[in-house]
């Protein structure tokens, strides 16, 4: 089996990379397969559909831009403002990945999409962070007590989608001083 997972994560960083260069409309087994050098049977064994080669992007996005942060989500950073800026620019570092990001925050909202699995394992990391943050920032003194630190989390991670949105639609403003 591990063979097959090495497999799926070269045609997942073949897809990554077609949506990097290319825009993840441009994500066909024949692009994914002419990428990584596979047969488009050998991509289609892997991943059954091209919504499912989009999700392996997506995952690998979050996790390429998690390393490229490279700083502790919950340390660091002394205030929220610069923490969620940070995270922001890094978030903003390809116009094509965030695009991906939201076509498959879009099509998550189908319980029977292969995307909907991942969108909420994305949010529930996102929640935690971000009220754990605020829990640690209340603990010093930093932010309100009655600060309800999920609502909080709730009320950041859907600015920060519709700030994300409308900078795709119109990028004429700073996405990360705007968060």
Do not use: C
């Not at 990584?36 to 919504?51: N, P, Q, W």
């Not at 003194?141 to 700030?163: I, N, S, T």
């Amino acid at each position: 089996y591990a063979k097959t997972q090495a497999r799926r994560a070269e045609i997942a960083r073949a897809a990554l990379d077609v949506v990097t260069t290319d825009g993840h409309k441009a994500v066909t087994v024949a692009s994914v397969a002419a990428r990584s050098g596979l047969s488009e049977a050998t991509v289609a064994y892997h991943f059954a559909t091209r919504d499912h080669l989009l999700v392996a992007a997506v995952e690998l996005s979050n996790e390429v831009m998690a390393e490229g942060a490279d700083i502790d989500l919950l340390a660091g950073v002394s205030r929220t403002g610069e923490f969620l800026s940070l995270m922001a620019a890094v978030g903003t570092s390809s116009r094509n990945r965030l695009a991906l990001f939201e076509a498959m925050a879009a099509e998550a909202a189908d319980p029977d999409h292969p995307a909907h699995a991942w969108l909420n394992r994305h949010y529930g990391t996102l929640l935690t962070v971000l009220a754990a943050r605020l829990q640690e920032l209340q603990h010093d003194g930093q932010a309100h007590p009655d600060l309800d630190p999920m609502r909080f989390a709730r009320q950041m991670v859907a600015v920060w989608d519709g700030l994300q949105r409308q900078w795709l639609a119109d990028p004429a403003f700073d996405l990360p001083d705007e968060v």
